[in-house]
């Protein structure tokens, strides 16, 4: 089992950048494929980004290519997202999550076991 946490969110201003951080703890962090989605108020848990647990594989939504990136420290037991150029549709909750050594790395909530509480991103116009 392993429990995430994530930190860093906050209030930005359009154009700015934040960086979140998933922190894990428990079981072995390196053989876990990690993921990132997010959820607005009213709408359904969405794939934002996803890194194979031994990093081969990276995705990232068609929404946020070329303005987040995806990455893991594995000797933390962390994984970031960077999220550059923010948009207010970026606007969310953003959660992370963990699956037990699959690859390529899913997009799909369902195939995740593993969640944390959410850190809230809210970019201003």
């Known amino acids: 089992q392993v429990q995430l946490v994530e930190s860093g969110g906050g209030l930005v201003q359009a154009g700015g950048s934040l960086r979140l951080s998933c922190a894990a703890s428990?079981?072995?962090?390196?053989?876990?494929?990690m993921g990132w989605f997010r959820q607005a108020p009213g709408t359904d848990r969405e794939f934002v980004a996803a890194?194979?647990?031994?990093?081969?594989?990276?995705y990232l939504a068609d929404s946020v290519k070329g303005r987040f990136t995806i990455s893991r420290d594995n000797a933390k037991s962390t994984m970031y997202l960077q999220m550059n150029s923010l948009k207010p549709e970026d606007t969310a909750v953003y959660l992370c999550?963990?699956?037990?050594?699959?690859?390529?790395?899913?997009?799909?909530?369902?195939?995740?076991?593993?969640w944390g509480q959410g850190t809230q991103v809210t970019v201003s116009y």
């Open positions: 999550a963990a699956a037990w050594r699959v690859e390529p790395a899913p997009m799909t909530r369902a195939d995740y076991d593993y």
């Open positions: 428990g079981r072995s962090f390196s053989y876990y494929t």
């Open positions: 890194i194979s647990w031994r990093g081969r594989y990276t």
